[in-house]
Structures are given as C-alpha cells and as structure tokens.
C-alpha cells in the first residue's frame, strides 16, 4: 500500500468560528436546509451524536456522480477548530484508492479565515495511480462542493 498526501487551502470572507460552524456544526441540516442546489441531498447520521466515532451517510443529489458515501468523525474540535474525518465506505474513492483520512483546520487570516486540508490517500497494493492523478481528482471535488454558496448563506444572515 502506498500513501499519497494532498494539502489545499480556501480562504474565506468568514471569521474563522463562522466557517467551522457553518462546514462542520450545522453543516448535516441548517446549512443543507438553507442551500436547494448543493449537491449534498442530506445526511443520515448512522453512529454518534456528531462528535467523534460518529459515523454518517452522506447521500449526493441526482446531478454528482456519487451517490452515497460513508464517513467517520475522527474529531471535531470546535475549540481549536479541527475537524477530522476518514472515509470509510463509498464510492468516492477512486480506483486504486483503498482510503482517505481529512484534517481540516480553520485558521484567522486578515478579515476572514483560511480553511487548511491534509488529505492522505492509501492507495491498493497493486495500484498504479500518481500523485498528479490524485491532485486532480481531488480538485474537481472541491470544485463541486459549494464553499461560496455556503459562504453567502452566512453573510446575508448576520444572526447566522
């Protein structure tokens, strides 16, 4: 098994506290609720409260081409504004990818805040992906999700 690790950042318009509320607190039904054309229909929490060892489903809506995916809550710590989560069942992950584990940290940065992700890919043993391969299948995902749309939410709802 191979490992392949990825890190990206997003900045945003959101004091950090905002961001991580809004992605990682509220993300499974207010956020959803707020936002019609996301691509996430909704999410089952199938384990836990939310916090860590919670395990949930997240379902797509017709127009993503995954469907349904699994994942794991590793962390979630709204002090220090880490959220930890390793996917554990789905479609998501690529040929040739046996898992994927996410750090995200929400950092202050100037007026707004930088979202921070390390993503490590553990790859089949007889994979022959590339880290380049990898790279760009991760950018597209995070093209799809709508970090802006999310973003306007908040700031149009100031008591948000």
Do not use: W
Not at 20 to 39: G, M, T, W, Y
Request: glycine share 6%.
């Amino acid at each position: 098994m191979g490992v392949i690790a990825v890190d990206t950042e997003r900045k945003s318009a959101l004091p950090p506290a905002k961001l991580f509320k809004a992605f990682f607190v509220d993300s499974d039904c207010k956020i959803l609720k707020a936002l019609p054309n996301a691509i996430i229909k909704n999410v089952e929490i199938l384990q836990g409260n939310g916090g860590a060892g919670t395990i949930k489903s997240v379902h797509f809506n017709e127009d993503f081409p995954v469907k349904n995916i699994k994942h794991r809550v590793e962390e979630l710590d709204e002090d220090n504004m880490i959220y930890k989560y390793s996917i554990v069942d789905g479609e998501t992950l690529m040929p040739g990818i046996e898992s994927a584990s996410y750090v995200i940290k929400i950092e202050p940065s100037g007026t707004g805040s930088v979202c921070k992700q390390h993503t490590t890919f553990y790859t089949k043993v007889d994979s022959n992906i590339n880290e380049e391969e990898i790279k760009a299948s991760n950018e597209k995902v995070a093209k799809m999700f709508n970090f802006k749309d999310v973003e306007a939410y908040v700031l149009a709802n100031p008591n948000y």
